[in-house]
């Protein structure tokens, strides 16, 4: 629920309705199984255009869409037209604040039995105020996780399902009581995947390293987003490869990326200090630039940014 007194809306079943109004029964078919699909979109507040700057919302309705061929979960929507969704909602709800949206597909019918051909398919977007989701300024403390990626002939982690998540929870879950920030989880076969709810890079004998998509990872579009920049604007070499968790513990420098968790330096790993133990300098040249970028800075990248006014 967001935290302002005005009345919030989302968009539910092609209509927008009062927050409190899209609800859905105990019976419901995705509350019961998991059977969803969704997305995490930012917008940031830049009060100077008195605008809030949604970034790469295009991409991620993309990836949602193209997601949901994987399940045969099809909406009648297209990207376009969720494009538009979003400039309304945003319009109507009027968080002067950042924000983040948050689209999902699920199945809009009640019964016991999970299934994804009995009940319809539905889009549904909300949005709430959301700051930092990890500190990326002072370098994260993390463990590897006893637990593992859920592998793509199980549950497809390129999906973002709504039911895979409960393997982040358990990831993220056990890294907090044990007194770490968060955590990175490695596929089946012991190779590194990811982060709990957000993918992750290694500076590596002046390389910028990353798993390769078939590690069990989300595509991330903030994976994506940073290698382009790190490219090309600023000549770092990128690979994309099989990452063993040892190299964990003599990489140079750790990253995690993603919208929730934007770019936030890693300066510890099981116990041991990453690199210096300092944030590393490509890391900090990164966030750098993200942050100008997402916020509609850097006009080369302004395609990526969706500019909504606001009243
Ligand atoms: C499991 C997982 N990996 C990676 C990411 C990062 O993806 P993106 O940059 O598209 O937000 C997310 C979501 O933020 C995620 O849930």
Known sequence: MSTSSATQYSYFRQGFVPEAEAVLPIQNQSFLYGTSLFEGIRGYWEPEQNAIVVFRAKEHFERLLSNANIFGMIVPE?????LQIVVDLIQKNGLKTDT????????????VGPSLEKFPNSLSIFTTPLGAYVDIENGLNVCVSSWRRNADN??????K????????ALVKTQALRDGYDDAIVLTQDGHVSEGSAMNLFMVRRGKLVTPSITEDILEG??????MELAINELGMPVEERTVDRSELYVADELFFCGTGAQVAPITKVDK????TGEIGEWSKQLQELYFKVVKNQVPKYSHWCQVILLG
Do not use: H, Q, W
């Not at 579009?221 to 940073?226: F, N, S």
């Open 221 to 226: 579009i903030t994976r994506d987003t940073l």
């Open 272 to 275: 041991r200090p990453v690199g």
């Open 100 to 111: 983040y949206l948050r689209p999902t597909i699920f199945k809009d019918g009640c019964g």
């Open 154 to 159: 199980a549950i497809p982690s390129r999906a």
């Open 78 to 82: 297209t990207v376009e037209e969720c």
């Open 161 to 168: 399902a709504g039911g895979a998540y409960m393997n982040t």
